[in-house]
């Protein structure tokens, strides 16, 4: 699906005051296309409307500067790039080894070294925001109430309730249980059921 499918969906649930329907569609829109405008405005208006607000840890600088960087494009369009650079590149050595011309023949090696460079740093970012997204499994709470356990057990200790709309961080899966990490950096186990993954 495309993003702007999940951005109509997200609306469509928005509109029926299905909360955790909407923020999961605008999620997996805004992961498809991070710097669209309107994804990202109704992700933060459904986020405000949720029942849980909690402070958000905040992650180191450097960290969050570069996931932000890798996530400003989609693995898609940093692939489009880097492979086009990469074939541009080639195709400026081409032009350098038959070109007559003193000066295009340093244009197009240095053009070329560069783009091909570049190519490689673009495709690079690709893989490094496909292995961020696939390590960084998220999940949006769909039950209206959920019992966050201490173990994967009903019995277990609840250690605090989390409600429907709040995303989590999935950590770990364990039969029909889920390890999570809470935007809050508390962490605890919720029943499969209760989440769907973005």
Known sequence: KTSSVYYNLGNTHYRLN????AILNYERAHRISPNDDDVNANLRLANSKITDKMEV???LFLKRWWNSFL????????????VLSLILGFVGLVIYLFSYSVELKRF?????LLLIFLGICFVSFAGAEESYLQSHK?????NGIVNV???????QKT???IHEGTKVRVIEPR?????????????GWVEAAALQLI
């Open 18 to 21: 299905s909360l955790a329907s």
């Open 108 to 112: 197009s090696f240095y053009s070329g």
């Open 138 to 142: 998220e999940a949006v709470v769909f």
């Open 175 to 187: 039969e029909n249980w889920l390890k999570v990490e809470l935007p809050n950096g508390n962490i």
């Open 71 to 82: 996530l400003l494009l989609s693995v898609q369009s940093w692939s489009v790039v880097g």
């Open 149 to 155: 356990k201490s173990a994967p057990d009903v019995k």
């Open 159 to 161: 250690l605090m309730i």
């Open 57 to 59: 840890v905040p992650e």
